[in-house]
């Protein structure tokens, strides 16, 4: 059976003590509100994490997650943070392929296809951004550039490391915009990103592959997204700021 996951990311938003009392309020509410087998994920900035990982140390319900890490093992990297310093903290998952970092950082295809390796290789459980611009959707080509997304920068691990990765789908016209992903283009989609995933590793790994869905995701749609059949769950940006929005959206189950 695969895992259903309600991550947020937090992208370049809260100061620390900001995002200390965010993370103690969501840890709080999770424990007192969710009995739903749902893992909870939080993403906040590099320089957070630390401090909220030592927060949720007594705590097994909430995850923490970072929204980067670097292609490279160590060394005269300038700036960069590794998946073993981040696995150290300890930190359990990464965002890859965000299309904020595809976009404005350059990041493409073989590149992540290296952080991947990265993160697999210090133990770290790799979110997989994927999704299409506007012009690619008008054009009705949206299929096919996901399946390129996820075959370039996924499709050379083995059947037991591609089991630890998770797949977000999120279309780039519907991330912060307010528009979401109408139930029947988020449930195609999903559908062809399992159907993609079976071909290459069939249907058992593709079965237990969690696909969560990200873009303008609030508490006022997400039941209706998380009913879908393969969509496993969520990745939040704007509603995981606030621990309201956020719980609630994970009790869309
Ligand atoms: P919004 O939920 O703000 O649209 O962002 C989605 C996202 O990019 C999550 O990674």
Known sequence: MRKKIV????????????????????????????TKDVTVI?????????????????????????QNCSEKESGAFTGEVSA?????????AVILGHS?????????????A???????????????CCGEPLEIRE???????????????????????????????EPIWAIGTGKTASPEQAQQMHLH????????YGKE???????????????HNAQELFALDDVDGGLIGGASLKSRDFLDIIKSF
């Open 139 to 169: 054009k009705e080509t949206h299929a096919a550039y996901v399946s390129r997304q996820l075959k370039a920068s996924l499709f050379h691990l083995s059947e037991d490391e591609f089991a630890k990765v998770v797949i977000a789908y």
């Open 193 to 200: 990103i399992r159907n993609v995933i079976a071909d290459q």
């Open 7 to 34: 991550a947020g990311n937090w992208k370049m938003n809260k100061d620390l003590a900001e995002g200390l009392k965010l993370a103690s309020e969501i840890v709080n509410m999770v424990k007192d509100e969710v």
């Open 84 to 92: 073993a310093m981040l696995r150290s903290i300890p930190v359990q």
């Open 100 to 112: 904020e970092r595809r976009q404005y950082f350059g990041e493409g295809d073989e590149l992540l």
């Open 114 to 128: 290296k952080k991947v390796d990265m993160a697999l290789g210090s133990d770290l459980m790799p979110i997989f």
């Open 205 to 219: 790994v593709a079965s237990n592959t969690t696909i969560l869905y990200g873009g303008s995701c609030n508490p």
């Open 42 to 66: 939080i993403t906040p900035p590099f320089i957070h994490l630390t401090s909220v990982s030592r927060l949720l140390a007594e705590n097994n319900q909430v995850l923490v997650a970072a």
